[in-house]
């Protein structure tokens, strides 16, 4: 049986390229806490935001109707009892949210999700009222490239990539205006062939198969999908227009004041640079942080002399014709990174929101904006990381005696420590030679300078040719006993696929579809089960 919980590992040991907010609000340092509130994202300071976003006032009814429907007409009838709870005045949510990736996207995505479910069932436990988990698909997102390819292992361990080529480019435009084409049939037949053969396979492929068909949208396959794998998990489409209604304020304000959440951020942002840290978001003087649908593609919105303008197409509106456009179509308007925290926490009652490592750290630069557009913050919970040891990968770590920091570096150097291992007496024997070397030749460049002095730069010269030459040649008998057992190498690369893929992360570099059909359904309980969501650090779970 394996351990109930999972070893967890410090980040600093992985090599992660964190920030140094990040870790610093992980580890719970004072010097974080103008920036992110110090109370920290134990269950206590998730209990006390709870309370503050459940007596803020919000429109509960729209919302819950909104998404109810969303989840009914996915045929997801758990998640639309959950959604019906928001209703209840006392309720708060969970909230987590992710890019509309390709079956699914990377396995983070979905420790976010059962790290969400596990939040706000612990939290509902202490509360004794209603606790609703949502994940919000970005579905106004319009960054294809990042969302089109994913990677899982195949039968041989092999790191094989599925890349999404649609008969024509979608340039500019969002997720929820992508309508996948014919080509995704093929594609997903490349994704059976890709899967290595497990008792779950067929069921997954067939689930795979009915979100992500000919005719659906991206955002609306990739909700489909997290359904189907987590009935109680309410999955929220951004592009919902009665869902932008419930946000349209905070957009309004942004419009109407020309941007004050670029102001605060860019003060923000010089406080941290104040305090040791570097700006976690860009922030472009002279735009707003709202997108609108315009000329077939999501725009950004600049500043003009007497309203806005829409980049790339030069259109310009006055303040007012802005403001009346996003009255009737808010449909097509949508926020940017900086602002969209607040769109989602001025229609939801969130006590709690997990995020990624760049997530948790926006809010520094937005903290003084919810104060300014008059919302409570949410507790912020960093998400698992999380990396799944399966058997076979397990037996390899321990036959070798590794642990996954080994496994971060260049590969060619935990094989030529094996080979040094296995074969000591010849390192041994190029050690001499070395020493060898530095001592006789030290002695004839001793002798030759006391003849001549000027004989010492020729002896010091002959002595590195020396060395040179015993380097090249210990390089070449490297390399011949590494050959000697290929097995052992390729295990350890297999190994290494399996668990740190190109030298990143699993949890980013495979997909979370392999994992799901190649460890059957039930590996989500366990996972949830097992994820600490309150971990300061990388977890290892053994499967």
């Not at 059962?114 to 004794?128: C, D, H, P, V």
């Not at 010849?426 to 006789?440: D, K, L």
């Amino acid at each position: 049986m394996p351990d109930p919980l999972a070893e967890v590992v410090p980040f600093e040991a992985l090599h992660q390229p964190l920030s140094p907010l990040f870790l610093d609000y992980l580890a719970g340092r004072p010097r974080v806490a103008p920036f992110l509130d110090g109370a920290g994202f134990g269950l206590d300071a998730l209990l006390e935001a709870a309370q503050t976003s459940a007596a803020h006032p919000r429109p509960r009814e729209t919302v819950a109707a909104a998404l109810v429907r969303q989840q009914e007409q996915r045929g997801a009838q758990r998640a639309a009892a959950r959604a019906r709870e928001l209703a209840d005045p006392e309720a708060v949510a969970v909230v987590t949210g992710q890019q509309a990736g390709l079956f699914g996207g990377p396995m983070f995505v979905l420790y976010k999700a059962l790290a969400t479910l596990e939040i706000a069932r612990r939290l509902a436990g202490q509360r004794r009222r209603p606790v609703v988990p949502v994940f919000w698909v970005a579905a106004d997102d319009h960054d294809f490239a990042e969302v089109r390819s994913v990677c899982l292992l195949d039968g041989s361990g092999t790191i094989r990539p599925l890349r999404y080529e649609p008969r024509h480019e979608p340039v500019g435009q969002p997720a929820f205006r992508i309508v996948l084409d014919d080509t995704v049939t093929r594609l997903v037949e490349e994704l059976g062939e890709a899967l290595p053969p497990s008792p779950s396979r067929d069921e997954m492929l067939g689930v795979v198969a009915e979100c992500y068909r000919s005719g659906e949208t991206l955002s609306g396959a990739f909700a489909r999908l997290l359904s189907r794998l987590l009935p109680e998990l309410v999955v929220l489409e951004s592009s919902d227009p009665a869902l932008k209604s419930a946000s349209s304020p905070v957009l309004t304000r942004e419009l109407k004041e020309a941007s004050p959440s670029s102001r605060l951020a860019l003060e923000a942002g010089q406080a941290l640079l104040e305090a040791g840290y570097h700006q976690q978001v860009p922030v472009r003087e002279g735009f707003l942080n709202l997108f609108v649908l315009a000329g077939g593609e999501r725009r950004a919105l600049g500043l003009s002399e007497d309203g806005v303008e829409i980049r790339g197409l030069g259109t310009r509106w006055t303040t007012a014709e802005a403001l009346h456009q996003l009255e009737t179509e808010p449909g097509l308007w949508s926020p940017n990174a900086l602002l969209r925290p607040l769109a989602q926490d001025a229609m939801l009652p969130t006590a709690a929101y997990v995020g990624g490592p760049a997530e948790i750290a926006y809010h520094a630069q937005i903290r003084m904006a919810y104060e300014h557009f008059g919302l409570p913050r949410p507790g912020l919970v960093p998400r698992p990381s999380v990396t799944v040891v399966g058997p076979s990968a397990a037996r390899a770590l321990e036959a070798e005696g590794l642990t996954l920091p080994d496994l971060t570096g260049d590969p060619e150097a935990v094989v030529a420590r094996w080979a040094r291992e296995t074969y000591p007496d010849v390192e041994t024997a190029f050690a001499q030679a070395r020493g060898s070397i530095e001592r006789e030749m030290g002695e004839v460049e001793e002798r030759l300078a006391a003849v001549d002095p000027t004989l010492r730069a020729a002896a010091v010269s002959a002595r590195g040719r020396a060395l040179h030459q015993v380097e090249g040649l210990h390089e070449k008998a490297m390399r011949a006993l590494k050959k000697r057992d290929q097995g052992r190498v390729a295990r350890l690369r297999r190994t290494r696929d399996a668990l740190f893929p190109g030298g990143s992360l699993q949890e980013r570099g495979l997909g979370l579809l392999g994992l799901v059909a190649r460890h059957g359904p039930g590996v989500l309980a366990e996972l949830q089960e097992r994820v600490d969501p309150f971990a300061r650090g990388h977890q290892v779970v053994r499967l």
